[in-house]
């Protein structure tokens, strides 16, 4: 008599997952307390250099995209036997809403913002203005070469609206 989880000669193996999710307030001030989360999530296990900067580009990322008086974090660790994985969302974003319902995300900050000033008509001296910035630092925003401090961040996504990024863009 075969079991229930065989088919073909094929076995199935159930394999305990714990899931520890956590909301965090979308704030640089929030950023230690995410790390400790990590850290008590990962137990004794060292993250490699590249898995440390991977780990803190995700959070940067969904911090600037739920950067806001009232946006939030969502931080889920999936623990396996020898193995944890996270995921970071801002969670305002749904990812199980319709692919219609959402906005198309930019390839990077830069370009986000230069649609955003091209879709206004509005030149980079005047939006330099009204975010209080020198034009300087948004020719470097603009060009790629920095990208601005979660306070200015602020000011932009309440000038331009929610900044939108394509998963797997770095912010450095």
Not at 49 to 64: Q, Y
Not at 95 to 110: G, K, N, V
Not at 114 to 129: D, N, P, V
Request: charged content about 30%; glycine content about 6%; hydrophobic content about 40%.
């Amino acid at each position: 008599m075969e079991s229930a989880g065989r088919s073909q000669g094929k076995s199935i193996e159930v394999v305990a997952v714990e899931i520890v999710t956590k909301i965090f307030p979308a704030r640089p001030s929030a950023v230690p307390r995410i790390r400790e989360f990590v850290q008590h999530c990962l137990g004794d296990a060292p993250l490699a250099d590249a898995e440390d900067r991977e780990i803190g580009n995700t959070i940067l990322r969904a911090l600037l995209t739920a950067a806001g008086p009232s946006g939030v974090l969502e931080v889920s660790c999936r623990k396996y036997p020898g193995r944890v994985e996270f995921d970071v969302l801002p969670s305002h974003v749904r990812p199980d809403a319709p692919a219609a319902a959402r906005p198309e995300p930019a390839a990077s900050f830069a370009d986000w913002l230069a649609e955003a000033l091209r879709s206004r008509g509005i030149s980079k001296e005047t939006a330099a203005e009204q975010l209080d910035v020198s034009a300087k630092t948004l020719t470097r925003w603009l060009g790629g070469q920095t990208e601005p401090r979660l306070r200015d961040l602020r000011r932009i996504e309440d000038r331009f609206g929610d900044v939108r990024l394509r998963r797997g863009t770095e912010v450095s």
